[in-house]
Each structure stands twice: as C-alpha cells, then as structure tokens.
C-alpha cells in the first residue's frame, strides 16, 4: 500500500516540478493526475492496492476542501461594498453554467447513435 | 469557588490551543457532524458537509478569537492531502475512459461552452448590478480550481486572495445547487451531470459527484482539469479581446 502512496506523491511531485519549471497555466496535482493516468494506460489495468489507496483519499475528498474553506473568514472584508452584486452573481452564474454545461452535454451525447439505451 | 481549577483549566487550554492536534481535530470532528447530518438527510445536495463543517468552524474560531493562522497549523496535515486526492483522480478516469473517449466531441464543445458561460455569466451579472472594476476581474475564474484561478486573477489586475474566496464560494454553491439546477434543466445522464459538476465547481463539485456516482466523479475529475487549462487560456485572451 505504502508503495502506491508513494507512487501518487511522485506523481504530484514530478507535476509541480514540471509546471515550476515550465510556468504551465495548470496545478502541478492535475499534470499529476494525466502522469498517473499514462502510466495506468501503458500498464492497462488498475492495481488492486492503489485502487484501495486512492480510494480511501477519493472518499473523503469533500473534507479536504474544509480547511481551504474556513480561510473565508480571514477575506470577507475584501467584498468591501460588493457584498450583494457578488452574492447574486455567483449563485446565478454557478447554477446557470452547470445547468447549460449539463444540457449541452447530454445533447451532443445523445446525437450519437448507439449511446442511447444505457443513458440512464 | 475553585480558582485553582478554572486557572488549571485555563492553563491546559492554552497548552492545547498552541498545539496544531486542537484544529486539526476540530476539523475532522466538523466535518463528520456534517457528514452525518447529509447522510441523515439522504445525502440532500442542500445538507453540503463541506458548507455545514466551514460555517461551524468559522463560528468557533471567532468565539474563542482564535486566528486563521493559528487554525491552520493543525488544519494543514488535511489541506495538504488535496494534491494526492486529485492525482488519485486518474483512477475512475481510467476506469471510465471508453466513455470518455465516445463523447470526445461532446467534451470539448460542452468544456468551452462551459468555460466561456461560466466567465462571461459572472463578471456581466456583477457588472450590471455595480461592483467594482477589480471585483469583476476576481469573479472571472470563479469556476477553476483555486490555484489556477488565483494564477489568472493575477494576469488579469484582479485580487488572487478575493478569487481564492470566491472559487471556494462557488464550489461550496454549486456543490449545493447544481444538482437542483441539473433535475430543474432535465439533464439525467450520469456523465453529463459529472461534467456540469466540475466544470461549473472545481473541486467541490467533483467531490459531491464522486460521492452520487463514480462515472460522473469521473467525468467530473475530468472537466475540472480541462476546465483549469480552458480558462487558462481562453480568459485572459478573450480579455484583451474585448476589453
């Protein structure tokens, strides 16, 4: 198990190097991730031991945005007077856009012959 | 009255409250009353556990007057597993890739609309209703992943510590609202669901999708890491577009 811990850091750590040297507009965890997922790719299956570590961190994933989260407190004074135009334009914009990325989405999907049947 | 015992207590207050294990787990125990809460409540997207944990804590800490700083020492052993959580992301990416690789088409038209909607949404709303020139700047990556976001505010003259709230802010309402507002639009299909998710609220949203369903955590991982380099590119381009 320790292994592919071990093998997930090196993923992260090779992804922040690459985009500290490059200055590549992407977090070094997300080239991580494309790392990672080439070597699941050329090696063609999951291992059952990473399966299980990167579930155990993927389960909890929500929690880990808590800390990042309570950092709110420390910046609402930034708003200034934006408080209300702010509050409306996210509520607004977030839904609207998950809403149209949805929409279009299972649209263009559903176009395709085939892919029908098993979309629910 | 037992003044021994109140300065004893005191004294191991103080001890405890310099010490990083108070916050860190105040942290776990928040977020758990709010998972139990969510999962009481049949995982309703309104019950976000993440939402109900950071309102708790900001409470606490303001009560006792404690710093964020402070707060974060003990918090930071959790923050910092977020890098290997998204590099795990790769897992049910691989797992549902067939899937990903039918709707290639489909992914690239839905992440630019995607993209382009949730920037101009953003920062035309706010402009319309009065706020300042450097809030509209800050709100534009609202939808990417804080350190990317935080990077394109920069670019732009905006505020990276305002965008950094207002990712989180974003992620924490899409995480609560997109559900409604996807069941409101009638879009069904797993995938799609999981790419609205992400693309509309990073990480946040991955992580509600991952808990409803893995082929949209999936697909979810996915749109946030496009989404991120999306933006990336396309925001500041189009500012210097049209600005």
Same mark, same amino acid.
Do not use: D, K
């Given at each position: 198990m320790?292994?592919? +811990?071990?093998?997930i850091f090196f993923c992260q750590l090779v992804g922040e190097a690459f985009v500290a040297a490059t200055g590549l507009p992407v977090p070094g965890p997300v080239l991580g991730m494309v790392l990672l997922f080439a070597g699941l790719s050329i090696r063609g299956s999951i291992p059952k031991d990473l399966d299980t570590v990167s579930g155990a961190l993927l389960?909890?994933?929500? +929690?880990?945005f808590v800390p990042a989260g309570t950092g709110i407190m420390v910046?609402?004074?930034?708003?200034?007077?934006d408080g209300i135009a702010v509050s409306v334009a996210l509520v607004i914009s977030t839904m609207a856009t998950i809403a149209v990325t949805g929409l279009m989405m299972q649209a263009l999907t559903r176009k395709k012959p085939g892919s029908v049947d098993d979309a629910e | 009255m037992p003044n021994e015992l109140q300065s004893e207590l005191q004294d191991v207050w103080v001890y405890l409250s310099a010490s990083p294990l108070l916050h860190l787990t105040m942290t776990l125990a928040a977020y758990q009353a709010g998972m139990w809460i969510y999962k009481r409540g049949g995982m309703n997207p309104? $019950?976000?556990?993440? $939402?109900? #944990?950071?309102v708790m804590l900001v409470a606490i800490l303001m009560l006792t007057g404690t710093s964020y700083e402070t707060f974060f020492e003990g918090a930071q052993f959790v923050h910092f597993l977020l890098g290997? #959580? *998204?590099?795990?992301l790769a897992v049910p990416l691989y797992r549902q890739f067939h899937r990903v690789r039918e709707s290639a088409l489909a992914i690239a038209v839905s992440l630019f609309t995607g993209s382009a909607f949730a920037a101009t949404s953003a920062m035309g709303i706010s402009?319309? $209703?009065? #706020?300042?020139?450097r809030t509209i700047i800050s709100i534009g990556p609202k939808s990417v992943t804080a350190p990317v976001a935080m990077g394109i505010s920069d670019s732009l003259?905006?505020?990276?510590? $305002? *965008? #950094?709230?207002l990712v989180i802010a974003t992620g924490i309402l899409g995480a609560a609202l997109g559900p409604l507002a996807l069941n409101l639009a009638g879009v069904k299909d797993w995938a799609a669901r999981g790419f609205a998710m992400g693309t509309g609220a990073h990480g946040i949203g991955t992580a509600r999708a991952l808990q409803v369903n893995e082929v949209a955590g999936a697909f979810a991982g996915l749109a946030m890491g496009l989404n991120a380099l999306a933006t990336a590119i396309l925001l500041p381009l189009a500012w210097a577009i049209f600005r």
């Open positions: 320790l292994n592919y +811990l071990t093998l389960s909890n994933l929500s +929690l880990l910046h609402l004074s930034l708003l200034a007077g | 309104l $019950l976000n556990p993440v $939402l109900f #944990a950071v290997p #959580a *998204t590099v795990s402009w319309l $209703l009065g #706020a300042s020139h003259g905006g505020l990276p510590s $305002l *965008t #950094a709230v």
